[in-house]
């Protein structure tokens, strides 16, 4: 005993039927409840329904379970052609190329199923019905379970479980069976918002039409529809027409069969699919459960004839030894002839890299010898310029470091270049000397103290003299300054000059004691114009 749901989601609401399937395809129904709600499943609102539908279980005290579902007409498509006979593992594949040709949508985004007719076909061939659904409808519908917390068993077209619960209907008893054995018999379902015809010939369904929303609720439009219906099925098939029309609703007075029965030149008859069941469907809602019932019945018996959760798929023939030996040489084959094939590509792509690698290399070479000339004329740069003293900045430390300008007078200064020998350590690039002239002993000992804590000087020698040519500027006494120079970056010449300025000399002197001497002492150039005396 299998225990399934059966469910069929469609703009009114998500019906659903319980019972417990036994062997033959037994179905023993337990309970059908309606979950209204206010939109057709898609797949933006599936999971929002599938909480509602969730709850309503809950409530209506319906365990979880395995779960089929209906679709209905208008939301499928229907094709039926003749395809060659084949193996039977080879006619999905030659089904869905057939059925290709015909598709409106890309074949990846719809899901296909079939179903061969039983009748034979003059020429030998096979006539099959396919159906096809968006396969973004099957995912709505598995969306939907997961979130009721259902396992999705199946999905078929809400025509073949009306017919399955037609069927279970005359084997109960509960409708009488057309004479004939193979006749063509129609069975009509409709709910709030829909409505089916189906006609069936030798337990297959061979026509169905979505009934027009008008006809739904005119007693005269619905019997002007089934009559043109009856008569396009009828006008293709004259050997077996329709028999008897089957109107899926609780048996009594006012029901749809009783105001159709007249105006048809068939039998109508009233089918309850909800017979003995516990529920609180209304009469003229039943329709919403017949195909429910009737697919519980066919997962009862095994996989139904259309299964769009499910499509049948290609099946690989099975090969014999002498098959399996030439796939096998023939594979081998196409091994080695591939890897030779591969060979001598990469053979040729590694040539062709090599002669592009060598004359990257002559190129380089020829850059290289470029480089190697500029690289000596850097060196020769640089070994000049580490010989090279910034006398400027010298000078001006030379006069931040000037101890009294009015006791102390620099009457030389020069300066010569040191040789330096290539490779030696020597690091002293120019010798300076100094001849100041002054009285006082201790700013001749500053300037030195100075020159020797700037540590860039060396070899510092002092020498006194009497000055020259008498008290020359006023001072008695030369002293010789020599040092030897280290080179240094013009970054560390950070000394700054902060002596005062001298005021300006009064209009027609040149000095301001008005000692007649200018700003060099002993009597400007030479002593002045006419010497001494003059």
């Known amino acids: 005993m299998s225990r399934f749901l059966a469910i069929d989601a469609d703009a009114g609401g998500i019906h659903v039927a319980v019972g417990t399937a036994g062997r033959g395809g037994a179905v023993r129904l337990e309970k059908a409840v309606t979950v209204p709600t206010a939109e ?36 499928v498509i229907v094709k039926d052609f003749k395809i060659p006979r084949v193996p039977a593992g080879e006619e999905p594949a030659v089904v869905r190329f057939q059925a290709s040709k015909e598709m409106s949508e890309a074949p990846d985004s719809v899901a296909l199923d079939y179903y061969s007719l039983a009748r034979e076909e003059s020429d030998g061939q096979v006539r099959v019905v396919t159906v096809s659904v968006r396969k973004d409808l099957v995912a709505a519908y598995k969306t939907l379970c997961q979130a009721a917390g259902l396992k999705l068993a199946g999905i078929t077209p809400r025509a073949l479980g009306t017919l399955a619960g037609l069927e279970r209907a005359i084997e109960s008893g509960a409708v009488t069976a057309p004479e004939a054995k193979r006749a063509s018999v129609a069975a009509l379902t409709r709910g709030e918002k829909w409505g089916e015809l189906i006609i069936a010939r030798d337990g297959q369904a061979v026509f169905a039409r979505a009934v027009s929303a008008t006809a739904l609720n005119s007693e005269s439009m619905l019997l002007g529809e089934l009559r043109r219906n009856l008569a396009v099925y009828n006008g293709q098939n004259p050997q077996q027409p329709v028999e008897a029309v089957y109107v899926a609703e609780a048996a009594g007075p006012g029901g749809w069969s009783g105001r159709i029965r007249a105006g048809l030149q068939v039998p109508v008859q009233a089918f309850d699919p909800l017979a003995g069941v516990d529920s609180h469907t209304p009469p003229d809602a039943r329709g919403h459960f017949a195909a429910l019932v009737g697919l519980m019945a066919l997962k009862a018996k095994g996989r139904p004839p259309i299964d769009l959760a499910s499509p049948r798929e290609p099946v690989a023939p099975q090969m014999n030894a002498k098959r399996k030996l030439a796939a096998v040489g023939a594979l081998v084959a196409l091994v080695v002839i591939g890897g030779l094939g591969f060979g001598y590509v990469r053979l040729m792509s590694k040539q062709t890299e090599f002669a592009k690698l060598v004359k990257e290399k002559v190129e380089l070479d020829q850059e290289m010898k470029k480089y190697e000339e500029d690289d000596k004329r850097i060196k020769a740069f640089k070994e000049w310029d580490d010989t090279r003293v910034n006398w400027l900045d010298e000078v001006y430390d030379l006069t931040a470091r000037f101890p009294d300008i009015d006791r102390a007078r620099l009457e030389q200064f020069r300066a010569e270049p040191l040789p330096v020998q290539k490779g030696s350590k020597q690091k002293y690039v120019a010798r300076v000397y100094l001849k100041v002239q002054t009285d006082d002993d201790k700013l001749m000992n500053n300037l030195q103290g100075a020159m020797t804590a700037d540590k860039k000087y060396h070899n510092l020698k002092k020498d006194i003299k009497a000055a020259a040519g008498g008290f020359r500027g006023g001072f008695s006494q030369t002293y010789e300054l020599r040092a030897d120079i280290e080179r240094r970056p013009a970054s560390e010449y950070v000394r700054k000059l902060t002596a005062k300025v001298p005021a300006r000399p009064a209009r027609g002197r040149d000095d301001e004691d008005g000692s007649g001497f200018g700003p060099f002492g002993g009597g400007g150039f030479g002593g002045g114009f006419g010497g001494p005396g003059q």
Not at 42 to 49: D, F, K, M, R, V
Not at 51 to 75: E, F, M, Y
Request: charged share 20%.
């Open 40 to 75: 057709a499943l898609s797949a933006a609102n599936a999971a929002e329904l599938g909480r509602q539908l969730k709850d309503a279980l809950r409530t209506a005290g319906i365990a979880p379970g395995p779960a089929v579902a209906a679709v209905s007409r208008d939301r």
